[in-house]
């Protein structure tokens, strides 16, 4: 499998083991040359992998293998992304090879070379510009999970939704001193300062940064929102302290073996009875980070498992007050997303290039049927420091439909 491989002959011999391999839902491959073959269960192909052309003959990694024939515009995959999610995860033993080794590389790393890295590979997501973000996020340029609410909810309804959620969880008061870790551009501190907060926002992205400051600036609300370019690593419980955190869309940047670091952190600048809402995407325990992600969207980050971080908590004297999955609600956040972005998709080309185009339908693409038919899901998790003795008492207020609105069958 490892290797060069002489050519187009030597490579289909590999792909066809390769998908043989896999299990889960029935699916077809066209290959280049114009043979057909069916592979996994018996039955309707529920997608198509369909080779435009002979692929490269080199094979290290198949996920990242076929992530950029995607790219090249070698693969085209028609049918359910869903099943296909499904099937990846159901072959993960087949697909997913790297992580161990991976871990182990990481091992012995010097915090300092540790921090370097992170924060680059957080800047080469996020400043991508914020000309190529206003040209498909939402008003509010949320760039998390929304909450759909109602079934007719748009992108920007779904957004502001999510940001009242997480603010009236958190039962923000005027005068309260707010954290914002992975403020993005602001929308989120904009709130809590509507609400009579002030906020300190922190990002690793300077174009967020600066995006977020003349937002702020044009709202009015200068003197109480503050922005920073930082590291969270860098703040310090001795000099600030917080009566709420919020972190939405970050955890996942934190990286694997420091979840306790950042609790500790955290907690060490809550004051006693104070609340912090963590959002996060989460994934079974085992779960292997897909390595075409890791190569090429998100280096270095890790998806968390929810019963991890709660038993967490408690060495830090953070208690678990509330949590609940949004899980659906990313996969239509994503699909609104991907809407965006097609018709937007002639701007990406030119701004970057088609092989660009692709990486990003196939991230946004692939990241909504990982939500429906994969093994993602997402976490808003509220916790106190110690006791907090004036939570509501009941949370229907959260929730005040008259009757619950369910997904349909397929989750859409
Ligand atoms: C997915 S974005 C979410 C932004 C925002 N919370 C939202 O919902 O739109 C993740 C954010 O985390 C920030 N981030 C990642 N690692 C960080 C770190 N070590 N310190 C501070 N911010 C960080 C990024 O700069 C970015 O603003």
């Known amino acids: ?94 697909l997913f090879r790297r992580g161990a080794t991976r871990a182990l590389g990481w091992i012995g790393e010097r915090l300092q070379a540790r921090r370097e890295r992170q924060q680059n590979n957080v800047r ?47 039962a923000i008061r005027p005068g309260m001193r707010v954290l914002d870790i992975g403020c993005g551009w602001g929308g989120m501190a904009l709130a809590a300062a509507q609400r009579g907060a002030r906020v300190l926002g922190i990002t690793l992205s300077a174009e967020q940064h600066e995006g977020a400051r003349e937002r702020i600036a044009r709202a009015g609300l200068s003197d109480r929102v503050e922005i920073r370019l930082m590291d969270y690593l860098d703040l310090d419980g001795r000099r600030e302290q917080f009566d ?31 609340l912090m809402l963590l959002h996060t995407i989460t994934g079974p325990e085992s779960r292997e980070t897909n390595p075409w992600i890791e190569k090429y969207i998100f280096p270095g980050g890790h998806i968390p498992a929810p019963e991890t971080l709660v038993a967490a908590l408690p060495a830090h004297s953070f208690k678990l007050v509330h949590m609940e999955s949004l899980r659906l609600h990313y996969a239509r956040t994503l699909q609104c997303w991907l809407a965006r972005y097609q018709a937007v998709c002639s701007e990406v080309v030119s701004m970057f290039d088609e092989r660009f185009a692709r990486m990003w339908t196939m991230y946004l693409r692939g990241s909504s049927a990982a939500f429906r038919g994969g093994d993602l899901d997402i976490h808003q998790m509220l916790v106190s420091k110690g006791n907090n003795n004036t939570l509501p008492r009941d949370w229907g207020y959260l929730y005040n439909s008259a009757a619950p609105l369910c997904w349909g069958e397929d989750g859409d």
Not at 68 to 75: K, N
Not at 124 to 145: A, I, Q
Not at 147 to 155: A, S
Request: charged letters at 20%; proline letters at 4%; glycine letters at 12%.
């Open 124 to 170: 080469r997501h996020y400043d991508l510009g914020n000309d190529f973000y206003r040209l498909w996020l939402d008003e509010s340029w949320t760039y998390s999970c929304a909450y759909f609410r109602h079934p007719d909810d748009t992108l920007e309804q779904a957004q502001r939704n999510k940001i009242a959620l997480s603010l009236d969880k958190l």
């Open 1 to 94: 499998m490892l290797g060069e491989m002489p050519g187009g002959h030597m490579i289909k011999q590999v792909l066809r083991q390769l998908f043989a391999g896999l299990r889960g839902a029935p699916f077809a491959v066209h290959y280049w040359d114009g043979e057909i073959a069916s592979y996994g269960a018996q039955g309707k192909s529920a997608f198509v992998l369909n080779f435009t052309r002979p692929p490269p003959a080199r094979l290290e990694d198949p996920v990242v293998y076929l992530g950029e024939c995607y790219m090249d515009g070698v693969l085209e995959i028609e049918g359910s992304w869903d099943a296909l999610l499904g099937t990846m995860v159901a072959s993960e033993n087949t």
């Open 244 to 274: 709420r955190i919020v972190s939405v869309g970050m955890f996942e940047h934190v990286g694997q073996g420091h979840h306790d670091d950042f609790f500790a952190r955290t907690s060490s600048m809550l004051q006693g009875g104070g």
